[in-house]
């Protein structure tokens, strides 16, 4: 089982649809977690980083579930500008090591 | 917000050249720096972890005398892909971090094209 598993997609959706993503992770110590956001051929860029209450940022909002060990990404009104490879990431207890899920592609349709 | 630069963003060259990719922080001290491979439709690899003054640590599967990494200071780090073949050819991505809590911050990355 990989450490941090990621539904590769593609999720195709409609503008304006909302979808949502979600993480796995193996480990239950890890401490951090992030959501970045990578265009095609560009390198991946921090979306938001995931708080344990769940955080939000205009249409984008994050969840951690320690219990179940994942985290999620949603996205309300989704626009063509979303369209992009989501990366979650997440960083062991000691802060060393950082793990790279493999990616959720998201397409946004007019 | 912290910057990392990196060095070429592109480059061709023939293959048995060896090529030197830098990655810089630049308003900040990064004590650990990793390199990433990404080749096209493919999730990033991590290749090898760096931390200054000390030798890299390598991924399996990555040849340590083919993919030199060099990080002398706390604001730069080198990928040397020593004689580069076509195989080589991919998007690499350079990436800072300092330990207290906080997120990862890439370089715009390098496409290399071994012919």
């Known amino acids: 089982r990989k450490e941090v598993e990621q539904d590769p997609g593609p999720f195709n959706v409609p503008e304006g649809a909302t979808v949502a993503f979600n993480c796995t992770y193996s480990?239950?110590?890890?401490?951090?977690f992030f959501w970045y956001r990578q265009d095609c051929r560009k390198e991946p860029k921090l979306l938001m980083s995931?708080?344990?209450s769940g955080n939000e940022d205009g249409r984008f909002t994050a969840q951690l579930n320690r219990a179940s060990q994942y985290i999620s990404l949603l996205i309300r009104d989704s626009k063509l500008s979303d369209s992009a490879t989501y990366l979650c990431?997440?960083?062991?207890?000691?802060?060393?090591?950082?793990?790279f899920g493999g990616g959720t592609r998201l397409m946004v349709k007019p | 917000g912290a910057v990392v630069s990196q060095h070429p963003s592109w480059v061709i060259c023939k293959s048995g050249t060896s090529v030197k990719i830098e990655c810089r922080s630049l308003?900040?001290?990064?004590?650990?720096m990793f390199w990433y491979r990404q080749f096209p439709k493919q999730s990033l690899m991590l290749m090898a972890t760096?931390?200054?003054?000390?030798?890299?640590?390598?991924e399996q599967g990555v040849e340590k005398d083919k993919f030199l990494i060099n990080h002398a200071s706390l604001t730069l780090s080198t990928l040397t892909v020593t004689s580069a073949h076509p195989e080589d050819s991919s998007f690499y991505i350079c990436?800072?971090?300092?330990?207290?809590?906080?997120?990862?911050?890439f370089g715009n990355g390098t496409r290399l094209t071994v012919t």
């Open positions: 480990n239950s110590a890890s401490q951090s």
């Open positions: 308003d900040f001290q990064a004590t650990t």
């Open positions: 995931v708080y344990s």
């Open positions: 990436s800072a971090y300092t330990p207290v809590n906080s997120p990862l911050h």
């Open positions: 990431v997440v960083k062991d207890n000691a802060g060393n090591m950082l793990t």
């Open positions: 760096s931390n200054e003054g000390s030798k890299a640590t390598y």
